[in-house]
């Protein structure tokens, strides 16, 4: 059994919290000061941003967040035109406990008093969904209609998800920065395709129909790591089971626990009540309603809902059911294919996400910052976003991706059978593959604030990086600090 404070893994995680605190956290200071007091500060930088005073006027606070354990704050300004976004122009303002301004980050479109934007669209957000669609190689749109109309400066709407996606299609009118040549103004599309493995933000020139740029707000790792090597992810060496369990609990999970990064590191546990009672997960991890007493007995609850996804429809399939008592205890045999011993890989990819959930939890990745919750329990944030964890997904192999989309919306974990060894092996049970994973989800949470997620889409982003450095330290185990 293990608990966790704040003092676990002292050595590396006042790193995490100063990682999560430069990406992200809750709304304490009147917003309409903030806003202008972070005007002001990058009005005396703007020299810095290389932009003028013209390019500010149109700075709207996004989102406020605090940072660390409470000690900072990170202020979200969005660059907007005519009441319209400017894609991914944004910029974070850091402020220290006393309200002292001591940094910033972001990139904003610069010279506007020197561009004529368009203000109206020319083409309709069904014609521009068929070229969006026509860019993305995805065929026959179907039978696709306005659902809601566009409304705002921003033309938001929704259109029917047609033949092309799995849920309906949000658009908006944003502006796109292209350089020298200004701004254009686009048709902005959330596509998220049936096969699961994309979920396209794409932007659509608004004037002629013509594709301009998309992002991916699922991150494909294509982990290509030792098999073997005594630290290398996708277990090679199993563990045997020993011949009996140990006497088994109510709320207990047998678990390959943390700190274990895999089979290959150690034995499974009896791991009993362990969320973080009072803070992250007050009620437990099965319950939805914020009142004791679980609302499921199966690996579903407030922060995640983790099931198998063999078919690949994205529809929870099976979970393990731990009865009325929650006592999660199956066998594994690693001597045959995962889908012998489905359960106990579930429980584990259950247990992973809530122990991600609860330590981040402690470091500023709460429901204001935008993490990952059903029941936000009066604490700000948008609910309705537990993870969707889809165990032995059948839509790929040898891979394991996150889609992440804005505050109060579900993300979707999808974990593989890898194949390079006989019998294959789940990265259900890899528990670094799983924190990478999760990372991602929280790195494009933070970067932009919580309603944006495009912030991190080139192949070098620093996403990746944070994801390893978080595996490393939930499974850094007694002396890896040196």
Request: hydrophobic share 35%; with cysteine.
């Amino acid at each position: 059994m293990t608990s966790f404070n704040k003092t676990t893994f002292r050595f590396g995680f006042p790193i995490v919290g100063l990682i999560i605190g430069l990406m992200m956290g809750s709304v304490s200071m009147n917003a309409q000061r903030q806003l202008q007091g972070s005007i002001d500060y990058l009005k005396e930088n703007k020299s810095s941003l290389q932009v003028n005073e013209k390019d500010l006027e149109g700075m709207r606070l996004s989102h406020v967040t605090q940072g660390g354990n409470r000690d900072f704050e990170v202020a979200y300004l969005q660059q907007t035109v005519n009441g319209i976004d400017i894609h991914n122009r944004i910029v974070n303002v850091i402020y220290d406990g006393s309200g002292k301004v001591v940094g910033h980050a972001g990139t904003l479109a610069n010279n506007l008093d020197r561009t004529t934007v368009a203000t109206a669209p020319g083409v309709s957000p069904v014609d521009g969904l068929k070229s969006a669609a026509m860019a993305l190689k995805l065929g026959n749109v179907g039978d696709i209609q306005i659902l809601e109309p566009g409304i705002g400066a921003e033309k938001k709407g929704l259109i029917s998800k047609g033949s092309i996606a799995q849920e309906d299609i949000l658009f908006r009118l944003v502006y796109v920065d292209q350089g020298k040549e200004g701004l254009k103004l686009a048709w902005e599309y959330v596509i998220y395709e049936t096969g699961s493995e994309h979920w396209w933000q794409i932007r659509i020139d608004a004037i002629t129909g013509q594709y301009l740029e998309k992002n991916d707000w699922v991150s494909n790792c294509k982990v290509d790591h030792s098999l073997t090597g005594d630290r290398g992810h996708i277990h090679g060496v199993a563990c045997e089971e020993g011949p009996a369990y140990l006497p088994f609990l109510a709320n207990s999970y047998n678990v390959f626990a943390i700190p274990l990064e895999s089979p290959s590191h150690g034995p499974r546990t009896n791991e009993t009540t362990p969320w973080t009672a009072g803070v992250a997960s007050p009620f437990g991890w099965h319950d939805t309603n914020g009142a004791a007493g679980a609302e499921y007995t199966i690996t579903r609850g407030n922060n995640v809902y983790a099931s198998e996804d063999q078919d690949a429809n994205n529809v929870p399939g099976f979970s393990p059911d731990g009865g009325a008592t929650l006592d999660f205890d199956f066998p594994i045999n690693f001597a045959n294919a995962p889908s012998t011993y489905q359960s106990a890989a579930i429980t584990n990819l259950f247990y992973w996400n809530n122990i991600v959930h609860d330590v981040l939890y402690n470091y500023g990745f709460d429901e204001a910052s935008g993490n990952f919750q059903e029941n936000n329990y009066g604490n700000g944030g948008a609910g309705n976003d537990y993870v969707n964890a889809d165990a032995l997904d059948g839509s790929g192999t040898n891979n394991a991706n996150f889609g992440t989309p804005p505050d109060g919306s579900n993300p979707r974990m999808q974990m593989y059978v890898w194949t390079q060894t006989s019998p294959s092996r789940t990265s259900d049970l890899d528990n670094g593959v799983i924190i990478h994973e999760y990372g991602h989800g929280v790195s494009n949470r933070l970067t932009g604030g919580p309603n944006t997620t495009s912030c991190l889409g080139n192949q070098e982003q620093m996403g990746e990086g944070w994801s390893d450095y978080l595996a490393l330290m939930l499974t850094m185990e007694p002396g890896d600090a040196g």
